[in-house]
């Protein structure tokens, strides 16, 4: 395996998924009120959406078969390297509820 493909899985690995957080939204501003476990899992979801967005070294079917199934962000990024972007937008629009994010996506891929 690639070290980024490495690098990725330590990354999904690290996340504290017993942190409650709103996985919908993908707020990952850190607050003062953020405990270590909250604090923790946005420093890293936040890191590894930045890499898989911009890396290419790594192999984006290796990581979707690790990947949990709430974090749909890491998983439109993974289906887009896939070049799947339909379904990109379909989690955008349909899971997510973000035009906004789904227009953003269009403007950048085409």
Request: hydrophobic share 45%.
């Amino acid at each position: 395996p690639s070290l980024h493909d490495e690098y990725a899985l330590l990354l999904l690995e690290a996340i504290p998924m017993e942190a409650t957080a709103d996985y919908k939204a993908n707020d990952l501003t850190l607050r003062d009120g953020d405990g270590e476990n909250l604090l923790m899992y946005k420093l890293l979801r936040r890191k590894l959406q930045q890499f898989l967005d911009v890396s290419l070294e790594y192999h984006p079917e290796k990581i979707l078969a690790f990947l949990p199934a709430p974090f749909l962000h890491e998983f439109a990024l993974l289906l887009s390297r896939l070049g799947r972007h339909e379904e990109v937008l379909r989690i955008y629009v349909h899971h997510l509820a973000d035009v906004r994010l789904a227009e953003a996506y269009c403007e950048r891929v085409w």
